[in-house]
């Protein structure tokens, strides 16, 4: 025990020293990546100490229940390992501090105190070695150093989950009230946001260098660009990033956060669709606009839920009996968080027992919906519905009921939503609803009931809302969906073809390949995969009779060219962005337009791309194009180049300039894509060719962020005949 106490203790010495370097030459220090997923254990290693720390200075409570001698050796055990755990968490978070996104300021405090704890339980265990000390003082002084623990911890829980994270969930949230005079992104778009974006983009953390808790920093973007782009819903970085696979690494929210519901998403596409006006009212919608329907449902759903809030007066069932109702066939849960009322599920036909529905009559006081959809349930069962006094929510599509006992649940006071889809229902057994005092609505599609049916029920009780289905207007023009793609690259072999595929039969889809949208005259039509021999711009569009045509749809295609041997850069990318150095330049991978930090892109800023490459000497193919595939994010200073020089030799000492091409500096935001930006050289053979792209000198100032440069950005380049 002897040694180990002295490797720990020459161990945190060295930590010590370590930290109160790092601390002094802060400014200097730079974590290599390597070193950074180490840091990233900081979050993981903090538990170890603050248990520790809590336990050493519960121990003098129990000076009268263990003997002196252990009590002292056991908070000497104590306290090495909290010595050391502590000054390991210390250094983890030095190491993760150098990550960009979080608020300095609170960092800062973090920092300093957490360094404080190490310092501070390295000077305890000094002292609790010594021969003789002041145990009172001493304990005093543990405890002091346990209020600064927490001083750091809540520091630290303001970095990751925001300043108002402990306190939040007892605190009102204000309900937004449907006044027409209120802009529909203050009504509906931003509590979208503050819910599911701002615990990791606000002051305190800012990931991705955006904060989204002020309007005028919402505005702005992060390091990445602007979020949306008015009347663009593909090019609109919040969309994509909320589209992309969940276990994609740059899913926004991530995957261990609540997600945007399909509603969500469908409100924010709808308001960027219209024009992303931030000043635009509810006033100023059309009813007929499918924004209007988005918004008013939303905030009257908002209402609703806020007048129940309170609503529920029984006692709520114990977890223990939420516990064993639960099982692989049936789920009960509360309906939110601390509410007292259940919702139950039932599911897997093969497997239903009676006996799963009649267990719920044990939570019957609280049960308030109940969703029993495919199971096979008959019209006696009611009779055990009917006990279920609060139920408020029953969902029976699908069942064997025929509607012959569906007056037994004229017993059910509260009961709002009746759901009878898929059923056999008719008209006659379903009019005793005229006496179920509290339905608002009733599905019904599928059913024996048609829509003349439907017309003389809703007639006979206008307080019921009766939904048989979507009914097909005939004067309503839908409009197609673009053609999807078949490749899983732009990059396209020898033989490779764009391939077009569509869900729908008897669509004409017309394509353009000159930047122009296609129309359905004289644009080409699609008939059969294309091939192409050199980067291609596709615009596709479909079109069909008493349809409206498609929104265009954008492909960028890249032939593979000639087979590169190798490249050597001559200047290197930005440090602070992963990359695979040369090979980036001729692995035919390409990055996403919105993602400069994927390794899939070299990044030059305040300097030029210069790199040479080289073909095989004994047989050099012909060249006399060279394309630069680069991407356009104009918000993110990612603009194409202002020059492009290319020179070719047989060696690197002697070449010979073969083009120079100079490009216009964009004067507004635009699309976010990728490019191609083809160079024509003469006629050509050379081993060795070097290609310099030289970035804008400075970003113009119309820019946001006209402070910083622009940057160019090249994930490959093509060499064609």
């Not at 960009?100 to 339980?121: A, C, I, P, Q, R």
């Not at 927490?150 to 108002?164: F, K, N, P, Q, R």
């Not at 394309?627 to 990612?638: E, F, P």
């Not at 047989?650 to 990728?674: C, G, H, R, W």
């Amino acid at each position: 025990m002897k040694r180990t106490k002295t490797i720990i203790t020459s161990t945190v010495f060295f930590i010590q020293i370590l930290l109160f370097f790092l601390l002094l030459f802060e400014k200097q220090v730079q974590i290599p990546i390597w070193l950074q997923p180490v840091g990233r254990t900081h979050p993981l290693l903090l538990h170890l100490p603050i248990g520790l720390l809590i336990l050493l200075a519960l121990l003098p409570l129990l000076k009268r229940e263990i003997p002196s001698e252990s009590l002292h050796k056991f908070q000497s055990f104590t306290l090495y390992l909290a010595t050391f755990t502590a000054s390991l968490t210390a250094l983890m978070g030095l190491f993760l501090a150098q990550e960009e996104g979080y608020d300095t300021t609170l960092v800062n405090w973090h920092k300093w105190s957490g360094v404080g704890v190490s310092f501070l339980t390295y000077s305890l265990l000094i002292w609790h070695n010594q021969v003789s000390y002041n145990k009172k003082a001493f304990n005093i002084a543990v405890i002091a150093n346990v209020i600064l623990l927490i001083i750091a911890g809540h520091l630290g829980v303001s970095i990751t989950y925001g300043e108002d994270y402990i306190l939040k969930p007892i605190r009102k949230e204000k309900l937004i009230v449907a006044d027409n005079n209120i802009p529909v992104f203050v009504a509906a778009i931003q509590p979208i946001l503050d819910k599911k974006c701002n615990n990791c983009h606000n002051e305190s953390k800012a990931k991705g260098e955006l904060i989204m808790t002020s309007l005028e920093q919402l505005m702005k973007g992060g390091k990445h660009g602007v979020l949306w782009l008015a009347g663009n819903v593909d090019s609109s970085l919040l969309l994509q990033r909320v589209k992309l696979p969940l276990e994609h690494d740059d899913h926004m929210p991530p995957k261990e956060k609540p997600q945007l519901t399909a509603e969500e998403i469908e409100l924010i596409q709808s308001w960027i669709r219209a024009g992303a006006d931030i000043k635009q009212t509810l006033a100023d919608l059309q009813p007929s606009d499918t924004l209007f329907t988005l918004v008013h449902t939303i905030l009257q759903r908002q209402q609703a839920t806020s007048n129940k809030a309170q609503a529920y007066t029984f006692n709520a069932a114990s977890d223990k009996k939420i516990k064993e109702l639960n099982n692989p066939f049936r789920a009960v849960y509360p309906v939110a968080l601390n509410s007292p009322a259940l919702h139950a599920e039932i599911f897997v036909r093969q497997a239903y027992k009676s006996q799963y529905l009649q267990e719920l009559t044990s939570v019957q006081a609280q049960l308030v919906s109940l969703n029993l959809t495919n199971m096979p349930i008959q019209d006696e069962n009611l009779k055990t519905i009917a006990k279920f006094d609060n139920l408020e929510k029953l969902i029976l599509n699908g069942t064997n009921i025929t509607g012959a006992n569906l007056s037994e649940l004229q017993h059910l006071k509260k009961l709002q939503t009746l759901g009878l889809s898929n059923t056999s229902v008719d008209k006659v057994n379903v009019k005793v609803i005229k006496d179920f005092p509290a339905l608002q609505n009733i599905y019904v599609w599928n059913t024996k009931i048609t829509q003349e049916d439907i017309k003389i029920l809703q007639k006979d009780l206008p307080n019921i809302q009766f939904d048989g289905g979507y009914v097909a207007d005939e004067t309503e023009v839908l409009q197609l969906s673009p053609p999807l793609l078949k490749n899983k690259s732009m990059v396209l072999a020898k033989d490779d073809k764009i391939i077009l595929i569509n869900k729908l039969s008897d669509i004409t889809t017309r394509y353009t390949t000159d930047g122009t949208d296609p129309d359905s005259l004289t644009s080409l039509i699609y008939k059969e995969p294309l091939q192409i021999t050199k980067y291609t711009t596709l615009k596709v569009k479909n079109f069909k009779a008493n349809w409206k045509s498609s929104e265009v749809k954008i492909f960028t295609f890249f032939p593979k060219g000639q087979s590169i041997t190798n490249v050597v850069l001559r200047t290197f990318p930005e440090p602070t962005y992963e990359h695979k150095g040369a090979l980036t330049l001729y692995d035919n991978r390409k990055g996403e337009v919105n993602n400069f930090r994927s390794p899939l892109w070299l990044n030059f800023k305040d300097q030029p791309l210069d790199a040479l490459f080289y073909f095989d000497e004994k047989q050099p193919p012909v060249v006399q194009e060279i394309t630069l595939s680069i991407a356009k994010n104009i918000g993110g200073r990612a603009f194409p180049q202002a020059r492009i020089e290319v020179w070719g030799g047989a060696d690197t000492t002697n070449m010979q300039q073969l083009s120079i091409v100079s490009f216009k500096q964009p004067t507004t935001y635009e699309t976010n894509e990728i490019i191609g930006l083809p160079v024509a050289i003469p006629k050509s053979s050379f081993p060795w060719y070097r290609i310099v792209a030289r970035p804008f000198a400075r970003t113009p100032n119309w820019h946001y962020e006209k402070q910083y440069n622009p940057r160019i950005a090249v994930d490959e380049v093509f060499f064609y005949e």
